[in-house]
């Protein structure tokens, strides 16, 4: 099988797997993977890419709900046969920004740190 041309940046607020998502469909619609070609397992891609598998298996799950790609038992992945002109748009939640935790609002981190400031 061959590898999917998927280039990640880690430097930019699209999470990796919203990347890969957004890639492989792009794939699909421009013909450059055809109906019934089958997709690299999620073990193989992850490695390809230096992300983990649980990423890919995530973005994989995103495709099959956009009815891009389908699982079949025992062959794995591959681009859906089926209405294959109607790609619908796959859709990709806004990066987020993680926040510091807050003692103000977790009281055992509170408790904890009053605690540690005692002792």
């Known amino acids: 099988m061959a590898k999917l041309p998927i280039r990640l940046k880690r430097n930019t607020e699209e999470p990796l797997k919203a990347q890969v998502v957004r890639q492989i469909s792009e794939f699909i619609k421009s013909g450059k993977l055809k109906p019934g070609a089958a997709l690299p397992s999620t073990q193989s891609l992850g490695a390809q890419l230096g992300i983990s ?5 995530r973005a994989y799950v995103q495709l099959r709900e956009a009815k891009l790609i389908e699982r079949e038992e025992k062959r794995g992945y591959q681009v859906r046969a089926s209405n294959a002109r109607q790609i619908p748009a796959v859709k990709t939640p806004p990066a987020t920004k993680a926040h510091p935790v807050s003692t103000a609002t977790r009281p055992r981190a509170a ?7 005692r002792t």
């Open 111 to 117: 408790k904890r740190a009053s605690a540690a400031q």
């Open 53 to 57: 598998r649980e990423t890919v298996r």
